[in-house]
């Protein structure tokens, strides 16, 4: 019986060793300190289930994770948005950082999966409540600090977060109409005006679509639910187009 219940551990001990390196596999990192990547991942409820081993939560990871992540897209914005004032700028890395954003994060990479819960956590749908999603995310990102380095890290973000920064994944947070006036009235290059070329769809379900120009030429256009919607997405795409135009 003793030793059927010693091959069962080295067996559990083996599949959970592989399905960390199908995870670094799958993300393309590949750990120095294995351990560590496991620790990550490792619920406090599966520590006090196995507390005859040396294992370790992850929630120190998570603590440092925390200030990894604010600081290395606090970075990333401070670079990108060089007109959005501090105000701006915090509200947006609050929405980028919060628990339902880190959630989607940690989803889309299937990090559920690879979590280690005790068995009550497990039955009750531990792997798919998001504080604790959330928290693995953070987790990962404080292994990958200490294991990897910063550059790695900002290098996992540019796969994972950054890219639904760019695509406008939390432009509802984003005041583009006040960098674009500000922009504008920096350089004196005239006057701003937006126009709505379309308004389409029932009532209920209305869908706008804004023009904005400069000295009356075309910037960029939007669409949204509203007006107000429409306009912000037609800033930025002024924006862009007049920063462009600048590192040319």
Not at 63 to 91: H, N
Not at 210 to 225: A, F, K
Request: aromatic share 8%; hydrophobic share 40%; proline share 2%.
């Amino acid at each position: 019986m003793r030793k059927n219940a010693m091959d069962k551990e080295v067996s559990r001990k083996s599949a959970t060793d592989n399905q960390f390196k199908d995870l670094q596999n799958q993300l393309g990192i590949h750990f120095e300190n294995e351990k560590i990547v496991k620790q990550a991942f490792t619920h406090s409820s599966y520590v006090n289930e196995h507390r005859r081993k040396p294992y370790e939560d992850n929630e120190r990871l998570e603590f440092l994770g925390d200030a990894v992540l604010e600081l290395t897209v606090s970075q990333f914005l401070f670079k990108k948005y060089p007109m959005m004032s501090e105000g701006e700028l915090t509200k947006l890395r609050a929405a980028i950082v919060c628990e339902p954003s880190l959630v989607s994060f940690a989803e889309e990479i299937s990090f559920g999966k690879f979590i280690l819960l005790g068995k009550g956590e497990e039955l009750t749908g531990g792997r798919e409540r998001p504080a604790l999603l959330a928290d693995v995310f953070e987790a990962f990102i404080g292994a990958l600090f200490l294991d990897k380095g910063i550059e790695t890290v900002i290098g996992f973000l540019e796969k994972v977060v950054f890219p639904k920064i760019n695509a406008g994944a939390f432009s509802h947070v984003m005041d583009f109409k006040s960098q674009l006036q500000e922009f504008v009235q920096r350089d004196g290059a005239g006057v701003i005006e937006y126009r709505v070329l379309q308004e389409k769809g029932p009532a209920h379900n209305r869908e706008f679509v804004s023009l904005v120009c400069l000295n009356e030429e075309e910037l960029g256009t939007g669409i949204g639910r509203s007006k107000k919607e429409a306009e912000q997405h037609a800033a930025q795409m002024a924006l862009e187009k007049l920063k462009a135009r600048i590192d040319q």
